[in-house]
């Protein structure tokens, strides 16, 4: 019932940026500000491994330490979107990117279609 949406992937050189969105919507018994969200990466041959989370307030965030001082997590819970901004990127970032949203009190999840983000020169 609930969707999340990502856009905002492409190829860029390395140490370029880009800034992904995931936009949330059709939530009915539930709001946005009830979800902590993530992103998570999945590489050719690697596990889906969690890059940054957000709480549902958005006064917590978390790293992964591979993208620690380059990417930040944010979000707006009136555009019911939340962000990663990725700078400083390297060709070891390339990979699909999905969002995720998770209930705080259910603790279920909702994953969206992923977006591609390739870094080579």
């Known amino acids: 019932q609930v969707q999340v949406v990502e856009s905002g992937g492409g190829l860029v050189q390395p140490g370029g940026s880009l800034r992904l969105s995931c936009a949330a919507s059709r939530f009915t018994f539930s709001s946005f500000s009830t979800y902590a969200m993530s992103w998570y990466r999945q590489a050719p041959g690697k596990e889906r491994e969690l890059v940054a989370s957000?709480?549902?307030?958005?006064?917590?965030?978390n790293y992964a330490d591979s993208v620690k001082g380059r990417f930040t997590i944010s979000r707006d819970n009136a555009k019911k979107t939340v962000y990663l901004q990725m700078n400083s990127l390297k060709p070891e970032d390339t990979a699909v990117y999905y969002c995720?949203?998770?209930?705080?009190?259910?603790?279920?999840?909702?994953w969206g279609q992923g977006t591609q983000v390739t870094v080579s020169s």
């Open positions: 957000i709480t549902s307030g958005g006064g917590n965030t």
């Open positions: 995720n949203a998770r209930h705080i009190y259910s603790r279920a999840d909702v």
